[in-house]
């Protein structure tokens, strides 16, 4: 069965630190993993695909297929960074419905 | 940038009663989907909407809930006899383009009281 699991239900850092918010999935075939993020009970937006390799807002995310992980990371975290995190796992088609962690609430403290 | 638009942002309604959450997907998109967030828990599926019919649904999805396109812009979810534990965020999402991701709309809360 798909599952995603996102260890930290809260996670704070001071501004400047680095951040690493975890996130493992289970899934037998070809996955899809997106991070999502809400700041402050707006819209989810998505922040960055495993697919498109990018950084954006000076995040990234790597899929080690090995140990079914996609941890999101910020060398220097930002106030602004401040929001719900969601990973979520699309099964090789994002036709398809998505499987989201439970959420990942970062605050970055000045 | 287009967004997906979901109306009303807050509903309350009685237990018992109907209620139709309504959203516009981004005007070129062709797969459309509905998500809930209970409060306090994690976003999940609960239809996804093709070519006019039903192309995926959670166990959540029993005959209490149907969705519909009625006018070729409007993408509806009709819940009918409301319960409490229906009251949760309420997410509208599509995307256009084979391989893209989901757009997300704000969301509509809805209060069963």
């Known amino acids: 069965a798909q599952r995603v699991t996102q260890p930290e239900k809260l996670l704070s850092v001071f501004k400047g630190a680095p951040v690493e918010l975890k996130c493992n999935y289970s899934?037998?075939?070809?996955?899809?993993l997106f991070w999502y993020v809400q700041y402050s009970r707006q819209r989810l937006q998505l922040l960055l695909r495993h697919i498109s390799r990018e950084s954006i807002k000076g995040f990234t995310a790597d899929l080690n297929k090995g140990e079914t992980s996609f941890h999101l990371k910020k060398p220097f975290a930002q106030e602004e960074d401040s929001a719900m995190y969601y990973c979520?796992?699309?099964?090789?088609?994002?036709?398809?419905?998505?499987?989201f962690g439970r959420g990942t609430q970062l605050t970055v403290w000045p | 940038e287009p967004e997906v638009t979901q109306t009303p942002s807050h509903q309350v309604t009685q237990m018992g009663q109907e209620v139709i959450l309504r959203c516009v997907p981004i005007s070129n998109h062709l797969y459309f989907y509905w998500y809930r967030q209970i409060l306090g828990q994690k976003v999940e599926f609960l239809v996804s909407f093709y070519n006019n019919e039903i192309s995926e649904k959670s166990e959540i999805f029993d005959d209490q809930f149907s969705v519909e396109r009625p006018d070729g812009s409007n993408f509806t979810l009709k819940i009918r006899s409301t319960k409490l534990e229906d009251s949760a965020m309420y997410f509208c999402a599509s995307i256009g383009v084979l391989g893209m991701p989901q757009h997300f709309g704000d969301g509509t809360r809805l209060s069963i009281l």
């Open positions: 899934y037998s075939g070809s996955p899809e």
């Open positions: 979520a796992l699309g099964r090789g088609s994002t036709l398809g419905r998505l499987y």
